[in-house]
């Protein structure tokens, strides 16, 4: 089995072009595009294209079109101060846009009307005196349309806006519990909330009717609703009916403390209502089992139905989301899971045309891929897999039944095409890394993969393999082994700006990029499996996919690697200081790695140490539980180095020389 796929890597590299080696500065200037956004009748798509410039130290913005019939592209409009667009109104090039100035130029923002096809007729909507974003909005009946948009909020629930806000005599903070801050965000006496205003139609033109509406400020129990959910919340957290009658909003469970529990509910408000109008539809107990995070509340095209996604573990973040489906009636919600034992996480959805298919995009064996799902279906469905490599950043059902899909691939920033349900590419209308110069050469050929057998669990594990310009299986070339956060996460088949694999591999690397125990895609048993071991089953995982390497890819030169990681892959390079395996790299990187793991008492995420202490326990601990300590702080990794023996160890040895009892995940 492994001289097969030591056979089929090899061999695949026969074909590599000659090419220029991607720097870490062409990477940064390279175009970023965004998610393709088409119009009602799907005639053609805009997105945004940003380019940063090192002369110029800045970048710049500009909004370009494809033609979705003949696959031509131009520029659609070079004003950065466009910011967001939404197709709505009487026409299908009809649209609402956020301007990120307004006419008192005190940090507000304006919303106007326009044709698509006539920019510079655009008129003047509305002038809001906050930064508000995440605009989405519909057209009523009466030709109306009805929007959201969220913003930070005071507690008496009006609009803040920091230019406009008195400078506080001290900058000090009081803080009455223990939710100070969620990553480097500090919490303040204002949250974010989700606004709605009406914009009246008449003569041709709209103005706002009234003042806006706050849905959220002021629902508060243990703790108050905040939406979007911060500090990674967007307009995907919210949503509004196609008639503009109703409004959905997530915000975290408020009858909990926020530090110690990942619950969160969806509330529904009608349009013309407000905060004490807003009703769960998921509260605990209510869907048995359902008591954790909750995501993406979307209404179907019809408005009559409501589809989510959520958790059971009411500690856990990285618990399998479920797939529901309910009522858009709170009187008769009729809550139901779909497809609600397959062994996937999807966190993207987007409903078919008819409301018969929900089309969700869920990681899978390294790749984030595309699934229809009827909404009927049964506990025991599997979906098939309508696209495979890549992962997306956005997709959208077209009026003709197919999904626009923007993704990105190792090899390329960006890639934009349609899919049918089936799973036939219909249109590839662009891909970065055949346009832009910076990526000039890059292709599927630079990558492959691996599966590996470890101690650590019956099933075979991956590893991405990413070959630097130029390759020659002939050669050798240093390894760089790059070890992923989470831990419960992946290496997929995706671009970065951060940890990007071929800007790595350009440098004259090799690099191998194993998915071990915790990784998402290969099964929930496999992500869940991490807990409680954060230094053991990954460890020994990746002590295995070294091995795999060294004795399986004679290009790669073990003998000068490097082992770099952030967050659990920091943790995990801290963790190699004190083992064994440490000795195997000339380097070790280590960003934003834990140190001190008993230390996450003191933090933020309460409910990440409670999974961990609690496991099959029915009470929260009272005292930090001892596999905190096994998890090993900088004390024990000291020792360690020393040549102290450690518990973790001896239980591994007997582990390592089992491999008939491996366990069964």
Same mark, same amino acid.
């Given at each position: 089995?492994?001289?097969?796929?030591?056979?089929?890597?090899?061999?695949?590299?026969?074909?590599?072009?000659?090419?220029?080696?991607?720097?870490?500065?062409?990477?940064?200037?390279?175009?970023?595009?965004?998610?393709?956004?088409?119009?009602?009748?799907?005639?053609?798509?805009?997105?945004?294209?940003?380019?940063?410039?090192?002369?110029?130290?800045?970048?710049?913005?500009?909004?370009?079109?494809?033609?979705?019939?003949?696959?031509?592209?131009?520029?659609? +409009?070079?004003?950065?101060?466009?910011?967001?667009?939404?197709?709505?109104?009487?026409?299908?090039?009809?649209?609402?846009?956020?301007?990120?100035?307004?006419?008192?130029?005190?940090?507000?923002?304006?919303?106007?009307?326009?044709?698509?096809?006539?920019?510079?007729?655009?008129?003047?909507?509305?002038?809001?005196?906050?930064?508000?974003?995440? #605009?989405?909005?519909?057209?009523?009946?009466?030709?109306?349309?009805?929007?959201?948009?969220?913003?930070?909020?005071?507690?008496?629930?009006?609009?803040?806006?920091?230019?406009?806000?008195?400078?506080?005599?001290?900058?000090?903070?009081?803080?009455?519990?223990?939710?100070?801050?969620?990553?480097?965000?500090?919490?303040?006496?204002?949250?974010?909330?989700?606004?709605?205003?009406?914009?009246?139609?008449?003569?041709?033109?709209?103005?706002?009717?009234?003042?806006?509406?706050?849905?959220?400020?002021?629902?508060?129990?243990?703790?108050?609703?905040?939406?979007?959910?911060?500090?990674?919340?967007?307009?995907?957290?919210?949503?509004?009916?196609?008639?503009?009658?109703?409004?959905?909003?997530?915000?975290?469970?408020?009858?909990?403390?926020?530090?110690?529990?990942?619950? +969160?509910?969806?509330?529904?408000?009608?349009?013309?209502?407000?905060?004490?109008?807003?009703?769960?539809?998921?509260?605990?107990?209510?869907?048995?089992?359902?008591?954790?995070?909750?995501?993406?509340?979307?209404?179907?095209?019809?408005?009559?139905?409501?589809?989510?996604?959520?958790?059971?573990?009411?500690?856990?973040?990285?618990?399998?989301?479920?797939?529901?489906?309910?009522?858009?009636?709170?009187?008769?919600?009729?809550?139901? +899971?779909?497809?609600?034992?397959?062994?996937?996480?999807?966190?993207?959805?987007?409903?078919?045309?008819?409301?018969?298919?929900?089309?969700?995009?869920?990681?899978?064996?390294?790749?984030?891929?595309?699934?229809?799902?009827?909404?009927?279906?049964?506990?025991?469905?599997?979906?098939?897999?309508?696209?495979?490599?890549?992962?997306?950043?956005?997709?959208?059902?077209?009026?003709?039944?197919?999904?626009?899909?923007?993704?990105?691939?190792?090899?390329? +920033?960006?890639?934009?095409?349609?899919?049918?349900?089936?799973?036939?590419?219909?249109?590839?209308?662009?891909?970065?890394?055949?346009?832009?110069?910076?990526?000039?050469?890059?292709?599927?050929?630079?990558?492959?993969?691996?599966?590996?057998?470890?101690?650590?669990?019956?099933?075979?594990?991956?590893?991405?393999?990413?070959?630097?310009?130029?390759?020659?299986?002939?050669?050798?070339?240093?390894?760089?082994?790059?070890?992923?956060?989470?831990?419960?996460?992946?290496?997929?088949?995706?671009?970065?700006?951060?940890?990007?694999?071929?800007?790595?591999?350009?440098?004259?690397?090799?690099?191998?990029?194993?998915?071990?125990?915790?990784?998402?895609?290969?099964?929930?048993?496999?992500?869940?499996?991490?807990?409680?071991?954060?230094?053991?089953?990954?460890?020994?995982? #990746?002590?295995?996919?070294?091995?795999?390497?060294?004795?399986?890819?004679?290009?790669?030169?073990?003998?000068?690697?490097?082992?770099?990681?952030?967050?659990?892959?920091?943790?995990?390079?801290?963790?190699?200081?004190?083992?064994?395996?440490?000795?195997?790299?000339?380097?070790?990187?280590?960003?934003?790695?834990?140190?001190?793991?008993?230390?996450?008492?003191?933090?933020?995420?309460?409910?990440?140490?409670?999974?961990?202490?609690?496991?099959?326990?029915?009470?929260?601990?009272?005292?930090?539980?001892?596999?905190?300590?096994?998890?090993?702080?900088?004390?024990?990794?000291?020792?360690?180095?020393?040549?102290?023996?450690?518990?973790?160890?001896?239980?591994?040895?007997?582990?390592?020389?089992?491999?008939?009892?491996?366990?069964?995940?």
């Amino acid at each position: 089995m492994k001289s097969e796929i030591r056979s089929i890597a090899i061999a695949a590299l026969a074909a590599l072009p000659l090419i220029n080696a991607i720097t870490p500065e062409g990477m940064l200037a390279a175009p970023r595009r965004g998610v393709a956004q088409a119009n009602p009748s799907a005639d053609f798509a805009i997105y945004t294209n940003t380019n940063y410039s090192f002369e110029d130290q800045e970048a710049t913005t500009v909004w370009q079109q494809l033609d979705l019939k003949s696959g031509a592209f131009s520029t659609w +409009s070079t004003d950065s101060n466009i910011t967001e667009v939404v197709f709505v109104g009487p026409t299908n090039t009809s649209i609402l846009y956020i301007n990120s100035t307004n006419e008192a130029g005190d940090g507000g923002i304006s919303l106007y009307t326009a044709d698509a096809t006539r920019l510079s007729d655009a008129k003047l909507a509305a002038s809001l005196p906050a930064p508000f974003s995440g #605009l989405k909005a519909v057209a009523t009946k009466s030709g109306d349309i009805h929007f959201l948009l969220n913003t930070l909020a005071y507690p008496n629930g009006t609009a803040y806006n920091e230019e406009l806000a008195e400078t506080p005599a001290s900058t000090a903070r009081i803080y009455t519990d223990i939710y100070v801050r969620h990553w480097d965000t500090y919490l303040t006496p204002q949250r974010y909330a989700v606004f709605g205003g009406t914009l009246k139609r008449g003569n041709g033109t709209y103005s706002l009717a009234g003042e806006l509406t706050n849905y959220v400020t002021g629902k508060c129990n243990a703790t108050c609703a905040e939406s979007p959910v911060q500090p990674f919340g967007s307009s995907g957290d919210y949503d509004i009916s196609p008639d503009g009658s109703q409004v959905l909003y997530l915000t975290k469970n408020i009858d909990l403390p926020l530090a110690n529990f990942t619950s +969160s509910q969806i509330y529904w408000v009608p349009f013309s209502g407000g905060a004490n109008d807003s009703i769960p539809i998921n509260p605990i107990g209510a869907t048995p089992g359902a008591e954790g995070a909750s995501a993406s509340p979307t209404f179907s095209k019809d408005g009559s139905k409501i589809a989510y996604f959520q958790m059971n573990g009411i500690y856990y973040e990285s618990d399998r989301n479920i797939i529901y489906v309910a009522n858009a009636d709170p009187n008769n919600l009729n809550v139901m +899971s779909v497809a609600g034992d397959w062994d996937r996480s999807p966190d993207v959805l987007a409903w078919s045309n008819d409301g018969s298919v929900l089309y969700v995009a869920a990681p899978d064996l390294g790749r984030e891929r595309v699934f229809p799902v009827p909404v009927d279906a049964a506990a025991d469905y599997k979906p098939r897999n309508i696209t495979n490599e890549g992962v997306p950043a956005g997709m959208q059902v077209l009026a003709n039944g197919q999904v626009l899909i923007s993704d990105s691939k190792i090899w390329s +920033s960006r890639d934009i095409y349609t899919v049918n349900s089936e799973g036939n590419v219909t249109n590839v209308y662009f891909q970065a890394n055949l346009v832009d110069e910076e990526l000039a050469g890059l292709s599927p050929e630079d990558v492959s993969e691996f599966y590996f057998s470890s101690n650590s669990t019956e099933i075979d594990l991956q590893s991405w393999i990413i070959y630097p310009a130029n390759f020659s299986a002939d050669k050798t070339y240093p390894l760089a082994f790059l070890v992923h956060g989470g831990p419960q996460g992946a290496f997929y088949n995706s671009w970065s700006t951060r940890w990007n694999y071929k800007v790595w591999a350009d440098q004259g690397y090799v690099v191998i990029a194993p998915n071990p125990t915790a990784s998402t895609g290969w099964g929930q048993n496999l992500t869940d499996a991490v807990a409680a071991h954060w230094g053991d089953y990954p460890y020994w995982d #990746l002590v295995y996919a070294w091995d795999y390497v060294n004795e399986n890819l004679p290009y790669v030169d073990t003998s000068r690697g490097i082992s770099a990681g952030a967050s659990f892959g920091g943790y995990m390079n801290n963790w190699f200081q004190g083992h064994e395996m440490g000795r195997r790299f000339k380097a070790l990187v280590t960003h934003d790695g834990v140190t001190n793991s008993l230390a996450d008492y003191a933090t933020e995420e309460l409910w990440r140490d409670f999974h961990l202490a609690q496991r099959d326990l029915d009470v929260l601990p009272v005292e930090p539980d001892p596999v905190l300590r096994e998890l090993g702080d900088a004390a024990f990794r000291g020792a360690q180095r020393s040549g102290l023996p450690a518990a973790g160890e001896r239980r591994h040895h007997v582990v390592q020389h089992a491999p008939g009892q491996r366990r069964a995940e």
